[in-house]
Each structure stands twice: as C-alpha cells, then as structure tokens.
C-alpha cells in the first residue's frame, strides 16, 4: 500500500470496549508522545 492509497482509506472508528479497563501507563506514554507532534 502506497502513501496515497493509505491517506485515501484513512477513517474514523468509534466502537469502543467500555468494558476493558484501560491501562493509566499506556495514557501517559500516548499523552507524553502527544506533546512531540508538530503543530501550527
């Protein structure tokens, strides 16, 4: 899969597991991750 066919299939999902608890380490590791994004 090339870039163009990979930004062209790109979309949404939002069905979340409300059951499964989510892990605090993973939410922190996403939200320190989230401060390196680029932005304008």
């Known amino acids: 899969m ?3 066919e990979t ?3 790109r979309r949404s ?3 979340y597991d ?3 608890p989510i892990d ?3 939410v922190k590791q996403c939200l ?3 401060t390196l994004a680029p932005n304008s």
């Open 32 to 34: 320190e991750l989230v």
């Open 13 to 15: 999902v939002r069905v």
């Open 24 to 26: 605090a380490e993973k």
């Open 7 to 9: 930004l062209g299939f």
């Open 18 to 20: 409300r059951e499964k």
């Open 2 to 4: 090339n870039l163009a």
